[in-house]
Nanobody, 115 residues
Framework: QVQLVESGGGLVQPGGSLRLSCAAS????????MGWYRQAPGKQRELVAT???????NYADSVKGRFTISRDNPKNAVYLQMNSLKPEDTAVYSC?????????WGQGTQVTVSS
């Protein structure tokens, strides 16, 4: 099993930045894929970014060039650096881990982009 705990969400003005963190309860060096997803009110959950154990990354087109996903294996953590935030980035952001073919989710952290 893997427990995931997100932090770092909050209220930010358009154009601002936030850094989300995801702390895992076990070593992430053996977790094949970790990622961030988001769900806005009234919308389906969507992929934001993923990163593999080898460091390969994948981003949604809507966040390319603005968001950066990274992982710190010794700290068992994954991060999402979000720059140039837009109101349409407002959503609950959740950390995901795929471990031994199972999906694990954190509880989510709210990100609100508003002036």
């Amino acid at each position: 099993q893997v427990q995931l705990v997100e932090s770092g969400g909050g209220l930010v003005q358009p154009g601002g930045s936030l850094r989300l963190s995801c702390a895992a309860s076990r070593s992430i060096s053996i977790i094949a894929i970790m990622g961030w997803y988001r769900q806005a009110p009234g919308k389906q959950r969507e992929l934001v970014a993923t990163i593999t154990t080898g460091g390969s990354t994948n981003y949604a087109d809507s966040v390319k060039g603005r968001f950066t996903i990274s992982r710190d294996n010794p700290k068992n953590a994954v991060y999402l650096q979000m720059n140039s935030l837009k109101p349409e980035d407002t959503a609950v952001y959740s950390c995901n881990a795929i471990f031994l073919t199972r999906n694990y989710w954190g509880q989510g952290t709210q990100v609100t982009v508003s002036s």
